[in-house]
């Protein structure tokens, strides 16, 4: 073999090496970048007043054994418009998770009881919203990923550890 075939075999085994190395590397760059888009999102929504307001009003209604009366809801502007700003920012959440945006398995981590939660307490109200306004699709994404994640609980940190 001589000097110039060496010296072609070392290129393209760097070359094959730089590449496996670029790819690995997009991926982990998308991997952070899910993650930081997440931990953004969750440190905007816990210092934001309003969801932390619509968040305490639906708690009220699961905290108390309450029935959610959605036609009541629907005639109370003040009440629904604070209601909406939550399932709609639990779409826009469930949208991302769809679509892959935004790392499902950390964000399941940290909001799983919490996210079914007020999907389980709001329910009849999206049933009464989607029958008022005729619009079947409304809150689609949330009620799938509510679906999806009723039998496909996260890992429990406990099943994590070993036993000694």
Request: proline letters at 4%; charged letters at 20%; aromatic letters at 10%.
């Amino acid at each position: 073999m001589s000097l110039s075939e060496k010296i072609s075999i070392v290129q393209t085994v760097i070359y094959v090496v730089s590449a496996i190395a670029a790819v690995a590397l997009l991926h982990r760059s998308r991997v952070d970048a899910k993650r930081n888009a997440l931990t953004a999102l969750l440190t905007q929504h816990r210092a934001d007043a309003r969801w932390q307001a619509s968040t305490s009003a639906v708690y009220e209604y699961s905290k108390h054994g309450k029935s959610l009366d959605a036609n009541a809801l629907l005639d109370s502007p003040k009440e629904l418009a604070t209601i909406l700003f939550l399932l709609d920012a639990h779409e826009q959440i469930a949208i991302q998770i769809y679509y892959r945006s935004i790392d499902e398995k950390l964000f399941k981590a940290n909001a799983y009881s919490n996210y079914l939660s007020v999907w389980n307490t709001l329910r009849p109200l999206v049933v009464a919203l989607r029958a008022k306004r005729g619009q079947p699709s409304l809150y689609e994404y949330y009620e799938f990923i509510a679906g999806e994640w009723k039998f496909d609980p996260p890992v429990k940190p406990n099943s994590l550890r070993w036993e000694c």
